[in-house]
Structure formats: structure tokens, C-alpha cells
């Protein structure tokens, strides 16, 4: 179970959308820069749309490219220069987020689905999972419920492919408080977790 914990955390490191500082880079229109939340050396920007007081805005496709290869494509709305309102961004190796932008960074409803599988359906505040969502792996484990900074943290329910569930309260992306593991066998046990461990009792589902 403390897998799945594992992948949440790590999924965002995937998405420098949320990571990164950022700064304000020239596009390949004259005077219309546009935000990069990532930036790296021998990146350029083009940006399909209209420049309003120097600034990428409305409707428009953004395309980063390093190297002269394309790595990233924003398809969506942008305010003075920032991802802003409903969009797509798509990374060279399949990864993609569809959904709401704010202040260039990933903030309301949306799906970020990984070239890997896996899928986050839900919530998001500041590049983070943030709220009610859920968040599923191609082997079928899957959690449910509340995160905080993407770490599950409140109630939820984590389920594996094996058929084992958890049932309760969640802290720091761990099984704290009150809360139910069923085996896949349909074996139960209630009781109190303390970061992830049982506390009084074991889990012996064989």
C-alpha cells in the first residue's frame, strides 16, 4: 500500500509546471513574451496567438522547443502572458494535462494523465493535487479521497490489484487515525494507525 503513497508524491517531480520558479521569455513575435515556468538553457518559444501590451494573450497554441526539438505544447487561453483559464499541455513523452490554468500553473479542475499509466483526476491549487481527487496506477492501485500538496491527507479510500483496501483517515500521504483495512480475502480490521503502522493489533490477511 505505502507503494501507490510513493508514486503520488513522486508523479508531480514529472510536471515542471509546478516546480520551478519560472521567468519571462521572448516568444517569436516581437515584443510578446510569454511565461516559462521551466526554464532551461537553448529553449525557445513560439506562440501562435495574439500580444496584447507586450504580453502572449487569448487564444492560442504555445510551443517550447530545446534544441531546436519540440518538448512542450500548450494549447488553451493566456492572460498577460500566463497560462490562464482552460487548456491542454502536452510534454514530448506522452504526458498531458487537460484542464483549468491559473497564474501559468495547473490551479482548479483537471486530468493529468503519465505516459506510465497513471492518472490523477481531481483537485489541483498551485501546480499541486489539492482537494477531492483520485489517483490510479496502470496495475490498478488507486486512492480516493482528499490531498494536501499532493500527498493523500484526510479521509480517503486506497486500494490495490490484489483486492486489499483501506478505509479512513490519511496524513502526510500515510494511514493515520481512525481506520479499516479489509483483505482481498474479506478479512477486517479496525482500529487506530499511526504513520501507516496498526496501532494494538496486526494485519494477518493469510
Known sequence: MKLLC???????????????????VD???TNCKIW???PAPNQTISWSGNCLSGYASGSGTAICY????EIARYEGQVKSG??????????ANGDKYAGDFAGGKFHGKGTLALANGA???GDFADGSFHGKGTFSLANGDMYAGDFVA???????IMTTANGNKYEGNFADGTF??????TCGNGKQFTGNFDNGKPVGFTIQCD
Not at 13 to 19: G, M, N, R, T, Y
Not at 66 to 69: I, M, S
Not at 150 to 156: D, L, Q, R
Open 36 to 38: 516559462n515556468q521551466a
Open 66 to 69: 530545446e534544441n531546436g526539438k
Open 6 to 24: 510513493a508514486a503520488v508524491f513522486v508523479c508531480l517531480l514529472l510536471v515542471p509546471l509546478a516546480v520551478n520558479a519560472g521567468e519571462w
Open 27 to 29: 516568444t517569436d513575435k
Open 119 to 121: 492518472k490523477y483526476a
Open 82 to 91: 500566463k497560462f490562464q483559464g482552460k487548456g491542454t499541455f502536452v510534454f
Open 176 to 181: 493515520h487515525g481512525k481506520g479499516t483495512f
Open 150 to 156: 499532493s500527498k493523500p491527507h484526510g479521509k480517503g
